[in-house]
């Protein structure tokens, strides 16, 4: 039938025929097309959340594959990518041939064909619903957006990758709480000379906010992108780059500044130079093991010290998912943090005091200062561990008292 002569109400009696569930679609997609396929489709977003089962990746895909109405394969997994089987409906290609074998629909060009041909027309259409319709593109981010995620990590082809990646939406340190921003609006408003994207994860705004990797960005005024799960961050890293611009965390933004190796004007209220290079290697001694590198840095205001690592990203994965399977010193070894000092915080300064007149507070309070910005830098996996060092320095710090 025309799409022009199908009456919502039959969409939804059909929805809930192939679909076999009892719910409507939230958006209804009917096209047809004679290039590069002679193509007639008709897809379905369901207006219900996702399920558990439809959240792993063994569930069957929603699509039926027909070929002159005739039904080729119930349920064909591979005419849309794995992240796209939350969609329900049918397809019909005269082009496909009707004694086509199961082997050939694994791996025949043209059913590949008509994957991309599917894949690009859904994007396109979501894109448009999504400056169309936001308010209604929002409700459906918030339930398939894990969904659209998946596809950025799964996916091999870099322009699927950004596609899809135009539908992501992010809280930005531009904007108010709850208002959520587009890669390409991002991309839209670079600073001049700003080559790069940045993005911080953390559990909360506030802790965004508040974190020591986010402050020189701040005084910059350089926007980034706040992501709240977990795995947006890796989602990000897969992604790689957006519309020729590099994606790159905060904390890697920070590891790769080389002005902070320019110790020629600390400013006034900081330690002096020679104070600085005496304080570092003690530090790096005292830390021997744990961190690869000390460093100051002129990017901290309200922290004392930041720990930076190679990629953020990937270290934190790896520490809510392996960690527990290796001792400290091979973890410590594998991430090598560097640890960097504000020659201007107080402790730093009260620090590099008690390194000649108490050695042991010295000792633990550099131990907690490094278990401190661990922490702040999402790379401990139970904070418990640091409660007996905390006990032992508070011991030695209220001796006099």
Known sequence: ???????PEMHDEFYRFIGTSYDRPRFTL???TDAPLSLRALLYFPEGKPGL???SRDTETGVSLYSRKVLIKNKTDNILPKWLRFVKGVVDSEDIPLNLSRELLQNSALIRKLRKVLTNRVLRFLHDKSTKDPAEFDKFYKDYGMFLKEGIVTTNEQFEKEEIAKLLRFESSRCGEGDKVTLPQYRSRLAAGQRDI????????????????FEALK????????CYEPYDELVLMQLRQFDSHNLTSVEKEMR???ES???TDLGADSLKRSEVEALVPWVKKTLAGMVQNVRVTKRLDAHPCVVTVEEMAAARHFIRTQSHLMNSESRYALLQPQLELNPRHP???KLSTLTTTNAKLAELVTKQLFANAMLSAGLVDDPRTLLTSMNELLTLALEKH
Do not use: W
């Open 1 to 7: 039938m025309d799409a022009k002569d199908v009456t």
């Open 30 to 32: 009917h096209y047809k």
């Open 53 to 55: 089962f439809e959240l």
């Open 198 to 213: 940045f993005y911080l994860a953390a559990p909360s705004r506030t802790l965004a906010e508040s974190s020591p990797y």
């Open 219 to 226: 005084q910059k005024d350089v926007e980034v992108l706040f």
């Open 256 to 258: 790769q500044d080389r």
């Open 261 to 263: 190796d320019d110790l």
């Open 347 to 349: 402790i730093i300064k």
